[in-house]
């Protein structure tokens, strides 16, 4: 595979993130809103990590294995070939869960850390950073966890990358409505953010030019400078557009 190729195709959103920058350990956190699918921004992420030979622990709770194979695909890249070499590990750790419940054998948060610490911590060892994925943090609540559960396991998994340069964990929240607890766990991990996206569709609906509206926030700047009021912490604002081999964004207005 032309890994060049794979790196353009994802770039906007590389830059966004400043995963092309030497940052230390940070938490990024995606926020969908109304529903919106943002699947896209973690296959851009697996992208830039096969690039740059960057090992990922993608701990899974929303979409499988398959579906990010076929995604990739259309992106140029091979997801299961990566998986094979072990550079990315692909951990389905919701089905794990569920077949634990089915056997009335519930699993505490403190096992369901040492799950996930032990496959970051063997990566550890052999490779300099490990970054971590979880997509679907929300579906936690649907398999029985309480707000503290979920907000404890966040917590822990940034602590194993937090003295890693250039390491990061992703959070990705599917959120449901402003009243519901998926809506207080993202905001929770939004005040530990280094970097914020939130995503939703377009309020006017289905439109053939844009897929919908991303706010980014690096509000890990306002740590990283004692001189806060020389930062400027105001979100930028995008439309983006999907393609089948990646993301474009777009200035409000342009389109």
Same mark, same amino acid.
């Given at each position: ?5 794979? $790196? ?14 030497? %940052? ?22 697996i ?12 701990? !899974?709770? $929303? ?8 995604? +990739? *695909? ?7 070939? /990566? ?5 990315? @590990?692909?951990?389905?750790? +919701? @089905?794990?869960?569920? !077949? =634990? *419940?089915?056997?009335?054998n =519930? %699993? ?18 052999? =490779? @300099?950073? #490990?970054?971590?994925?979880?997509? +679907?943090? !929300?579906? %936690? ?12 396991f966040?917590?822990? *998994?940034?602590?194993?990358?937090? &003295? ?7 959070? &990705? ?9 998926? /809506? ?6 939004? $005040?530990?953010? /280094? ?6 569709? %377009?309020?006017s ?7 919908? $509206?991303?706010? #980014?926030?690096? *509000?890990? &700047? ?29 200035a409000?207005?342009?389109?």
């Amino acid at each position: 595979m032309d890994v060049d190729l794979v $790196h353009g195709m994802a770039s906007d959103i590389v830059s966004c993130l400043q995963l092309d920058k030497n %940052l230390p350990g940070r938490i990024i956190v995606v926020k969908e809103i109304n529903g919106c699918d943002s699947t896209f921004i973690d296959c851009c992420v697996i992208s830039n990590s096969i690039k740059n030979r960057s090992p990922v622990i993608f701990v !899974s709770l $929303h979409n499988s294995l398959s579906h990010f194979q076929n995604v +990739g *695909l259309k992106m140029n890249y091979n997801l299961q070939k /990566h998986v094979d070499s072990g550079l990315i @590990e692909f951990y389905n750790f +919701g @089905e794990e869960i569920l !077949s =634990n *419940l089915l056997e009335h054998n =519930n %699993l505490t948060i403190e096992e369901l850390n040492l799950r996930v610490k032990d496959k970051v911590l063997a990566k550890q060892s052999r =490779n @300099e950073p #490990v970054n971590i994925i979880v997509d +679907g943090v !929300s579906h %936690l609540f649907d398999l029985g966890y309480s707000l503290k559960d979920v907000n404890t396991f966040c917590k822990q *998994l940034f602590d194993l990358i937090r &003295h890693s340069n250039n390491s990061f964990v992703l959070y &990705h929240c599917n959120q449901a409505s402003v009243d519901d607890v998926t /809506h207080t766990m993202s905001n929770l991990l939004i $005040h530990k953010a /280094h970097t914020v996206v939130e995503v939703e569709n %377009l309020q006017s609906g289905w439109s053939a030019d844009v897929s919908g $509206h991303m706010t #980014v926030k690096h *509000l890990g &700047h306002k740590f990283q400078n004692e001189h806060m009021f020389t930062l400027d912490l105001k979100p930028a604002r995008y439309l983006f557009k999907l393609f089948d081999r990646g993301v474009k964004l777009l200035a409000p207005g342009t389109v």
